[in-house]
């Protein structure tokens, strides 16, 4: 069974930057498309951005295009997202999850999730 773990979460001030990684417990990831999702309090859960498996095609939700950035290392079954230029509304409890149906942007479409960690934006 898939187990991912995030971690990287943060308290920061407007404009900083956070790195989280989110690692798999299992081979499948590699073959799976990893995506990064979030759910800010009283709201409903949002995509964030998916990755290939290969790496090779990325996709970004409008409202952080330019600041975030997603990655892989298969080999040692971590996904990454960059967080620049945080913002307030930037924060919520973001989730890796991962996809065995191919590159989505509905949480519907992923099979397995970690457990979050928090991302909080001082003004």
């Known amino acids: 069974q898939v187990q991912l773990v995030e971690s990287g979460g943060g308290l920061v001030q407007a404009g900083g930057s956070l790195r989280l990684s989110c690692v798999a417990s299992d081979r499948t990831f590699s073959r799976s498309a990893m995506g990064w999702f979030r759910q800010a309090p009283g709201k409903e859960r949002e995509f964030v951005a998916v990755?290939?498996?290969?790496?090779?095609?990325?996709v970004y939700a409008d409202s952080v295009k330019g600041r975030f950035t997603i990655s892989r290392d298969n080999a040692k079954n971590t996904v990454y997202l960059q967080v620049n230029s945080l913002k307030p509304e930037d924060t919520a409890v973001y989730y890796c999850a991962a996809s065995t149906k191919g590159l989505r942007v509905r949480e519907n479409f992923y099979d397995y999730w970690g457990q979050g960690t928090q991302v909080t934006v001082s003004s």
């Open positions: 990755i290939t498996w290969g790496g090779d095609s990325t």
